[in-house]
């Protein structure tokens, strides 16, 4: 890479879809570079945390405006709340922010996939793009395993009705959903209109791809594009490392607990956080609720009977290595830590990647999912209880090497200066 040339990372999302962009960003000013961050103002302190600069796309209402919306996490219409409330808003602001760069100097930029406007800033602009993949669903396959929201394709299905489902969705779905956005700006920036599918081909940079996930976690598919490379799980190590003021003692004081995470964009957990605590009183260990909900939660059910407490946020990196299991939605970045950290999990779906992941984990030996909260108490005692799922967390655990990711995350991107 140029010794002038400066990267710009591009992401947005939950803290699931930010952390492993600021974990390259970190590794990338480690090297020496200006780095860049371009994302929703909500990021903006975390981005400074890390140590790189930032600018803003979109408004933080609009996240918070995602959050709150009640089919944020159906698995069906999820993605529309996201594309109206968050993405599309951002789509044009991320274009200015990089033609803001671009005329500075060199510049090379990683972008999610669904931040489109990088996209398009490398074919009006000629600004290297690699496009940053943090789950395997956002890569397209007919290959097996193959899910669609929430279903996952049965083996048997042949090639052609599984290119034949991606083009029903494509067709009725996700094309009128982000096409005639995506035409009007580049209508007013000169481009012709898209031809080709938005998300089969478009979004995918045919100058590079990075999967920020390991293989063997989730093998590269045969008609994955060509240029995407593996590099692994980075790891972001969010807040320092430390804890929150009386957590540490609270840990110190009795048995590794069972953590109870919702997710870090998950609004109106009651009945999660309900079945937690059913869970730890049945299982007999103790119980970290976490989540902005949390607090609220466990006073409004007034049932904080044995060592149970609940914080709305804790690092990961500093907490799950001292704790027994991880019950959480299934986005890849809890499930990337709880790998590292050699822990069971006991996932509860409902949107996005969250299927796909969880598949991933039970095929690894490392956990269970479960759709209905209900079934949570159960499973839990079933999952403490099973030697083979410790044994596949210690032995997956030394797999998640998160410095080697980001050397070879850093690698691809500065092959393309």
């Not at 945390?49 to 069906?76: C, M, N, S, Y």
């Amino acid at each position: 890479m140029s010794a002038l040339a400066r990267v710009c990372l591009v992401g947005f999302g939950s803290a699931g879809d930010i952390h492993p962009l600021l974990a390259l960003g970190q590794a990338l000013r480690e090297r020496g570079r200006a780095v860049t961050f371009v994302s929703n103002p909500a990021f903006a302190t975390e981005a400074a945390q890390a140590g790189l600069g930032f600018l803003p796309a979109g408004e933080a209402q609009h996240l918070q405006d995602t959050i709150r919306h009640p089919k944020l996490w159906h698995p069906v219409d999820g993605f529309g709340v996201m594309w109206r409330y968050l993405l599309r808003p951002a789509l044009q602001p991320t274009y200015e922010r990089l033609e803001q760069l671009a005329g500075q100097g060199p510049l090379v930029v990683v972008a999610s996939p669904v931040a489109m406007g990088a996209r398009v800033a490398q074919e009006r602009l000629g600004i290297p793009l690699v496009t940053a993949y943090t789950a395997a669903t956002m890569l397209r396959t007919v290959q097996d395993p193959m899910t669609l929201a929430h279903w996952r394709v049965p083996r048997w299905w042949p090639d052609a009705a599984r290119r034949a489902a991606w083009a029903l969705l494509d067709r009725y779905k996700l094309e009128p959903l982000v096409r005639p956005a995506l035409d009007a700006l580049r209508g007013r920036l000169g481009l012709e209109p898209l031809q080709g599918p938005v998300f089969g081909e478009w979004m995918h940079s045919p100058q590079a791809g990075l999967a920020l996930f390991p293989q063997w976690f989730a093998p590269g598919a045969e008609d994955w594009p060509r240029q995407v490379v593996q590099a692994g799980f980075p790891l972001y190590d969010e807040g320092g490392g430390g804890l929150p003021e009386g957590l540490q003692e609270w840990l110190e004081e009795g048995t590794a607990p069972v953590v109870f995470m919702p997710g870090t964009a998950r609004l109106g957990a009651e009945e999660f956080f309900a079945a937690a605590l059913k869970a730890c009183g049945e299982a007999g260990v103790r119980g970290l609720l976490l989540g902005d909900g949390a607090p609220r939660c466990a006073a409004e059910l007034r049932t904080l009977q044995g060592d149970v407490r609940a914080e709305r946020y804790a690092p990961f990196g500093a907490l799950l290595a001292r704790t027994r299991a991880l019950v959480h939605h299934g986005g890849i970045g809890s499930c990337a830590q709880a790998l590292r950290a050699g822990i069971p999990q006991l996932v509860v779906p409902q949107a996005y990647d969250q299927f796909d992941n969880a598949m991933r984990l039970e095929g690894l030996g490392v956990g269970v999912q479960v759709r209905d909260v209900q079934e949570m108490p159960a499973q839990l005692r079933r999952l403490l209880a099973s030697p083979s799922v410790t044994a596949a967390c210690q032995r997956w655990s030394v797999r998640a090497e998160p410095q080697a990711a980001r050397d070879a995350a850093v690698r691809v991107v500065e092959q393309l200066a």
